[in-house]
Structure formats: C-alpha cells, structure tokens
C-alpha cells in the first residue's frame, strides 16, 4: 500500500461480498467524480483493481457491456465518457514517477479523471487530493470466482467525506 496517502485518514470501510457487490460500488463511485480526480487503486496482484475500474469506466459510458480491457500491458487506456476523459493506467511495470512522465498523459491531468492501478509508482504530488482505494481479500475468505473484498476509502475528508455519502452507507 502507499505511504505517500499516510497523511490521508481513512474514511470508510465496505464490505463486498461478491463480485457483483464491488461493481456496484464502482459503479456509485463513478456517480460522483468530476474532471480532475484521481482514484489510486491499491491492493495486490489479483485483488480487484482492474474489475473495480473496469465497473467504473462502464458506468461512465453507460454502457455495461463495453470493452475494458486492463491496461496491464499497454499501459494506458483512455476513454471518452460525457463527464471527462478516463485515463486508466496500470503502473506495476514501471520503476516508479520518472516511468509515469514517459506516458505522457501528465497533461491530462487536470481535465481527465484518472485510475491508477498500482499507485506507489505514481508522481507524489499526484497523492494530492487523490481518493485511495484499498481493496483485500479478508483471511479466511472462500477461493473462487465470486469472493469477499474488503474495500477501504483514504483520502482528505474535505475533498471526499461529503461526497462519498452518496456511495457508501
Ligand atoms: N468481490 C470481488 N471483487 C472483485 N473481484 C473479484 C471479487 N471476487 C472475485 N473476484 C475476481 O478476482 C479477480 C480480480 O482480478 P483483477 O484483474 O481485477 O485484479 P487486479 O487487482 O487488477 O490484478 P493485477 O494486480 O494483476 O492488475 C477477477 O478474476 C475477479 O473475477
Ligand atoms: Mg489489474
């Protein structure tokens, strides 16, 4: 998990039971977010980052069945919804912000609302108003297509503590 978001308290904790429960809380998430946010997806190898964003991204296209595939090794997907450009980043192969500037997708920033997988890579100014997502699989849970995550929301609670009421409850 970062450190860089250590300033950042947690603002709540879900639990999702199955799959369909994570893309539903995407999919509320996505209800919520202007041009500008950034939405740092954290958790290990197979945890749920990508289906998380992938919910995401559909709702924004309105479209549940659109074509999202994980950026793991092209790196960047964009996509064009009507509330702002998605950029959808995975960052596990590169070394760390240097890599990040390489994409080029820096100037997007401000207009575009990112998802990035693989976050302790990223530039640590990005960490500024980012909303953190830490998603885990809880000990004990049953292996299989359909398991239990838990999902923890960090940030700063001024920039998403109203907000999130609309997503969590
Ligand atoms: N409750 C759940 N929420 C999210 N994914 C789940 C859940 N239960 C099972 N899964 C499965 O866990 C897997 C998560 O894979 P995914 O590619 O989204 O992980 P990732 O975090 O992006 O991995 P990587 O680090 O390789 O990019 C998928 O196969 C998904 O079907
Ligand atoms: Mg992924």
Request: aromatic share 8%; hydrophobic share 40%.
């Amino acid at each position: 998990m970062s450190n860089n978001n250590q300033m950042a308290g947690s603002l709540h904790e879900s639990s999702c039971p199955d799959q369909m429960a994570t893309t539903a809380l995407a999919a509320r998430l996505a209800g919520i977010v202007v041009a500008g946010d950034l939405i740092a997806l954290s958790g290990g190898l197979g945890a749920g980052k990508t289906t998380f964003a992938r919910a995401f991204i559909r709702a924004l296209l309105q479209d549940s069945t659109a074509e999202v595939p994980s950026p793991t090794s092209t790196l960047v997907q964009t996509y064009e919804t009507s509330v702002a450009d998605v950029v959808h980043t995975d960052l596990y192969r590169l070394q760390g912000a240097e890599d990040v500037y390489d994409l080029g997708i820096e100037d997007d920033r401000p207009e575009a609302v990112f998802l990035v997988e693989w976050p302790d890579r990223m530039p640590d100014y990005w960490w500024h108003d980012a909303l953190e997502i830490r998603l885990k699989r809880p000990q004990g849970a049953p292996a299989g297509e359909d398991e239990a995550r838990t999902v923890g929301f960090y940030g700063a609670a001024e920039s998403w503590a109203e907000r999130l009421k609309k997503v969590v409850s």
